[in-house]
């Protein structure tokens, strides 16, 4: 009876420091009905957007690794073409907000300050 019991807390020790692979791994899987039973573009986001929310709140892979699941997984899915992705990341010379007058007095004259 007693050896049951700690072999039970080895097998619960071992599971507890692979959870993190098991979730990366097992999440994914669990949610993949969803885009193959509504094949539409709405249910694969939701796919990624669960599977990206689940790796970024349990932490199982670093969240910079867990941001960038969207950026492969929308073109792989269909939801947006590769192009599209990260289109809207970094602003041209023609979006980038331009400085006031004002900005650009209220800097002139706190640079005459400090001199």
């Known amino acids: 009876m007693r050896l049951e019991a700690a072999a039970r807390m080895d097998v619960f020790r071992k599971l507890w420091r692979a959870k993190n692979l098991i979730v990366v791994l ?12 509504h094949p539409t573009s709405e249910a694969c986001c939701a796919y990624v957007l669960i599977v990206t929310a689940v790796y970024w709140v349990s932490e199982a892979v670093p969240l910079g690794a867990a941001a960038l699941v969207p950026a492969f997984l929308y ?27 004002q900005q650009q007095h209220t800097h002139t004259y706190t ?5």
Do not use: D, N
Not at 26 to 37: E, R, T
Not at 111 to 115: A, C, T
């Open 26 to 37: 097992f999440i994914p899987l669990c949610l993949l009905p969803l885009p193959l039973l």
């Open 75 to 101: 073109p792989l899915f269909g939801v947006l073409k590769s192009s599209e992705v990260g289109a809207h990341t970094t602003p041209t010379r023609e979006e980038a907000p331009s400085h006031s007058r």
């Open 111 to 115: 640079v005459g300050m400090l001199k």
